[in-house]
């Protein structure tokens, strides 16, 4: 398995060209076929209050054409900065529908898809707020998670796996693979509140280890007690081992599942402080 098709959401953000530029850099790392998704925002309904000029007599065809306008500039930028940082099979693609519908029926027709951590500090017109979510519920696909600030100019070498027994994070696993074979160092992390030792026992870490050595993977792991909330104690382990790379799964099934994993999925969503890689 190879991320042969890798899909960037593009918008106005500010963060819309760092997005872009990761996924770039990983699509030539893993020689992959680069997509610019460009919904104009059309069918999202925000329109900045400025940006028609009050008198117009067809709001909505101004309307339509200044987004059409705004959406190619951003599509001009996106080609500029793939020109200037070497050869790259790519394309972008300007699509009217609404942004999550847009990004979901494109999304499943590529191996990994790269999106922005929610904003609040984005103004209320930028498509970015609020995407992740409803994305990774739908696509069937794995998400890379931005975060809202950073660079991240260098693929991940040090590369932090969530593992705690559940579908969600085999799948994550399994779709990360290409990059965690390109890793330096891989670490499986699983951790688990003091009186959960049967939790500890249907982790089958020793499996997932000699899982991802057959993959060529050299994993460490680790299975560690916390008392405090498990976000908590992952993104402060993430901090410690100096990870660049997340990978986790996201949202269980069952009600008790979703409370518990839910909670830890928008909890990380919403501190996190390097990229994500993730699955549902």
Not at 52 to 62: C, H, K, L, R, S
Not at 81 to 88: D, E, M, R
Not at 185 to 213: F, I, K, N, W
Request: aromatic content about 4%.
């Amino acid at each position: 398995m190879n991320f042969k098709t890798i899909l960037v959401h593009l918008d106005h953000s500010q963060r819309s060209g760092v997005r872009a530029a990761i996924a770039a850099r990983w699509s030539r790392a893993h020689e992959s076929h680069l997509i610019g998704l460009l919904p104009t925002g059309l069918y999202d309904g925000v329109i900045p209050a400025d940006a028609i000029p009050t008198g117009m007599t067809d709001y909505i065809a101004e309307s339509a054409d200044y987004l059409r306008q705004r959406a190619e500039a951003i599509a001009r930028a996106f080609r500029q900065g793939i020109t200037g940082s070497g050869p790259l099979l790519y394309e972008v693609r300007l699509v009217d529908g609404a942004t999550a519908d847009a990004v979901v029926r494109f999304g499943r027709a590529s191996d990994l898809l790269v999106l922005g951590q929610s904003d609040a500090d984005e103004g209320l017109d930028t498509t970015v707020r609020g995407l992740p979510e409803p994305v990774l519920m739908e696509v069937g696909r794995p998400v890379l998670v931005v975060p809202s600030a950073g660079a991240f100019e260098a693929m991940p070498e040090n590369i932090v796996v969530a593992w705690d027994g559940s579908r969600e994070a085999a799948v994550a696993l399994q779709a990360a693979l290409p990059a965690l074979r390109r890793a330096a160092r891989v670490t499986l992390v699983s951790l688990r509140h003091p009186g959960d030792a049967d939790a500890a026992r249907q982790l089958l870490v020793p499996d997932m280890v000699q899982y991802l050595m057959r993959h060529g993977v050299q994993a460490h792991a680790e299975s560690l007690v916390t008392e405090i909330d498990l976000a908590e104690a992952l993104l402060s382990r993430l901090s410690d081992l100096g990870a660049d790379l997340l990978v986790m799964g996201g949202y269980g099934h069952s009600r008790l599942r979703e409370r518990v994993l839910g909670g830890v999925t928008r909890q990380i969503l919403a501190q996190m402080t390097v990229p994500v890689l993730m699955a549902h």
